[in-house]
């Protein structure tokens, strides 16, 4: 028996057009009298014939909200979350990482968005990001498959800079200057600081911008957070300062904040820390007419009320793990004997696994889920050990003998997922303002 998914319904000069599962669980898309796979060729059709299904550019809104969908199954959840959210969500979000991880193209990514929008019938803007690019090669196939943001990663350039120039000294020795109200004095130590942790990362920004954003492909967002280095609010200002002096123009920077951003777990550190040197870079980010972003923003509850209130409301926030964790809580929720197997296969890969994540896991902390009774068994979830287990541990999971029995699972039981996701998601946006 089909079903038909009534939010989809619109019409058309073909005739109406709408979404619906077939008898075989597969899903359709009707357009112009036939039934039609969903697949590329499908999502292209609905972003021609119906542009509100396609991404643009929302980085310029005052807030933005990044729903990384490591699954491709997350999309109708994440939509549910943003219909009367006060923030424009980036539905399209991944990295090479993830993709290599899991499997997937830039391509993929976007045709599952396309897809979740037009079966919620969600017609306000949202974007698409080709997130920490690190290199040209991956920069270039991000917007040939269509990204309205890119988001360059500094990481590998963080360090390897070298002494100020002579026009830097000038402009910038002995100098103070101030974002509203705070004091930034550059000495000599300070400037050479500036220089030599930034430096290649600017030049790196410089030319990628010069060779790919200036005629305004897309939106542009500068990560200078994966480094074990926090940026200070000099150095923050210095860098906004040298990109806007070499006319690079980008809407928002993700500067790599004191404490700790794990992976899957809250804010670790001094809150009252961070505060204080939030409400800096936030000033920082507002002088130069951009917005501040926050990544690795999934699960950072404790933090999002100061970010909406030194920020004034402008930022961008981005998660991606935290979906993931879910359909795993709905796992261990619905097939108990499955989970205790994939289990064992995450703390097999966990050593493999935190080689490409930052995280702190104490497996001796995470019970045996053996000892734990089939209604017990989703609390794994909600310890910090455990998450973070799981969280990394994707790329494995999603590649073994497990992953059409999880395919399976959580196709046969969608509305509780997104019903978790609304949970969870919807937490993050209330303690932000924008729920």
């Known amino acids: 028996m089909m079903k038909i998914y009534d939010k989809s319904i619109c019409e058309h000069e073909a005739g109406e057009i709408y979404m619906a599962r077939g008898g075989d669980g597969r899903d359709l898309l009707f357009f112009a009298g036939a039934f039609l796979p969903l697949d590329h060729a499908s999502a292209e059709l609905l972003r021609s014939e119906l542009p509100w299904t396609a991404p643009s550019r929302v980085l310029s809104l005052p807030r933005t909200f990044g729903t990384g969908d490591r699954l ?28 290599t991880f899991t499997g997937r193209t830039f391509a993929d990514v976007l045709d599952a968005a396309t897809f979740a929008v037009f079966r919620e019938g969600f017609r306000r ?86 060779k790919y954003l200036a005629g305004g492909a897309a939106d ?95 930022f961008h926030v981005k998660t991606s793990g935290t979906s993931w964790l879910e359909a795993m809580r709905l796992a261990a929720m619905m097939e108990p004997a499955l989970y205790r197997r994939i289990h064992a296969l995450a703390l097999s890969e966990f050593g493999e696994a935190k080689k490409h994540y930052h995280v702190s896991a104490d497996l001796s902390k995470i019970p045996e889920p053996a000892a734990l009774d089939d209604a017990e068994l989703s609390s794994l979830l909600d310890m910090d050990d455990a998450r973070q ?39 993050h946006l209330r303690l932000l303002g924008i729920g």
């Open 125 to 210: 803007p949202w974007g698409f990001d080709g997130d920490h690019l690190k290199t040209s090669g991956e920069i270039e196939s991000a917007l040939r498959s269509g990204c309205t943001m890119i988001t360059i990663d500094c990481s590998e350039k963080i360090g390897r800079g070298g002494e100020p120039s002579a026009e830097q000294r000038a402009l910038y020795l002995g100098r103070r200057f101030e974002a509203e109200g705070c004091a930034l004095e550059f000495g000599a130590e300070g400037l050479g600081r500036c220089t030599a942790v930034y430096g290649a990362a600017i030049e790196f920004i410089c030319g990628a911008y010069e």
């Open 220 to 314: 542009f967002e500068i990560s200078i957070d994966e480094t074990g280095t926090p940026t200070t609010p000099l150095e923050h200002f210095f860098v906004a300062s040298e990109l806007r002096r070499r006319g690079v123009r980008f809407q928002t920077l993700a500067p790599r904040f004191g404490g700790e951003f794990q992976k899957g777990v809250d804010y670790r550190g001094s809150l009252s820390d961070f505060e204080a040197e939030l409400q800096i870079h936030a000033a920082v980010a507002r002088s130069f007419g951009y917005k501040l972003s926050i990544h690795s923003g999934s699960d950072k509850l404790s933090i999002f009320p100061m970010i909406a209130r030194h920020t004034q409301g402008r």
């Open 389 to 427: 287990l799981i969280h990394i541990a994707y790329g494995p999971i999603l590649k073994s003998e497990y992953r059409e029995s999880l395919y399976s699972l959580w196709r046969e039981h969608e509305e509780d997922y997104f019903a978790l996701l609304a949970g969870h998601l919807g937490r």
């Open 72 to 99: 491709g199954i997350a999309g109708p959840g994440h939509v549910r979350c943003f219909r009367s959210a006060d923030a424009a969500p980036v539905l399209a979000q991944q990295s090479v990482r993830e993709l």
